[in-house]
T-cell receptor
Framework: AQSVTQLGSHVSVSEGALVLLRCNYSSSVPPYLFWYVQYPNQGLQLLLK??????LVKGINGFEAEFKKSETSFHLTKPSAHMSDAAEYFC????????????FGTGTQLKVEL | EAGVTQFPSHSVIEKGQTVTLRCDPI?????LYWYRRVMGKEIKFLLH????????ESGMPNNRFLAERTGGTYSTLKVQPAELEDSGVYFC??????????????FGPGTRLLVL
């Protein structure tokens, strides 16, 4: 079945440390993949997306993600965490042909500590 | 440019009552989507409009849910009668409709529905 899996519902990092949020997918067709972020009391905001072409995708706020077909992964990274990065992060994909519906992972709550 | 707006932001109703959620997409966006997040679970697709037509309603849970998009602008999602398991956050998203697949969907802040 087509699915998106986020490993770790809660991730805690120190300010200045590397952020790594994991996302794996299962798809019967070449996927389109997205990372969204939700700050408290706000809607989901697009961080970055992979459609075709370059497999390393750069997004807003210093985040990037690499599409690895061999590993069916699309992990999100940021070299140095900032307190303002504390939020919930969602990996999502368009995993089936003929439509635009997003399939989401369960979300990862990122906590940034001093 | 205004983003996707949703009304109300919160709604608390009793089981058996009716609730109507509204979504105003970004102006000019042909595609409108509804999603729902039940507590502790993933965000799940409900349905997709292209202008006023339902393109995909495969995610609608049952016939207690009715979505409309008259005139191809704003959309409403009515739940009648509401059940306890309908509690959750209902998100609306829109996209332009210039490409067939892979367009960015812009999300609203969601409506938090609590059925008691």
């Amino acid at each position: 079945a087509q699915s998106v899996t986020q490993l770790g519902s809660h991730v805690s990092v120190s300010e200045g440390a590397l952020v790594l949020l994991r996302c794996n997918y299962s798809s019967s067709v070449p996927p389109y993949l997205f990372w969204y972020v939700q700050y408290p009391n706000q809607g989901l905001q697009l961080l970055l997306k992979y459609t075709t072409g370059a497999t390393l995708v750069k997004g807003i706020n210093g985040f990037e993600a690499e599409f690895k077909k061999s590993e069916t992964s699309f992990h999100l990274t940021k070299p140095s965490a900032h307190m303002s990065d504390a939020a919930e992060y969602f990996c999502a994909g368009i995993l089936t042909g003929g439509g635009n519906k997003l399939t989401f992972g369960t979300g990862t709550q990122l906590k940034v500590e001093l | 440019e205004a983003g996707v707006t949703q009304f109300p932001s919160h709604s608390v109703i009793e089981k058996g009552q009716t609730v109507t959620l509204r979504c105003d997409p970004i102006s000019g966006h042909d595609n409108l989507y509804w999603y729902r997040r039940v507590m502790g679970k993933e965000i799940k697709f409900l349905l997709h409009f292209v202008k006023e037509s339902k393109q995909d309603e495969s995610g609608m849970p049952n016939n207690r849910f009715l979505a409309e998009r008259t005139g191809g602008t704003y959309s409403t999602l009515k739940v009648q009668p509401a059940e306890l398991e309908d509690s959750g956050v209902y998100f609306c998203a829109s996209s332009q409709g210039l490409t067939s697949v892979g367009e960015t969907q812009y999300f609203g802040p969601g409506t938090r529905l609590l059925v008691l």
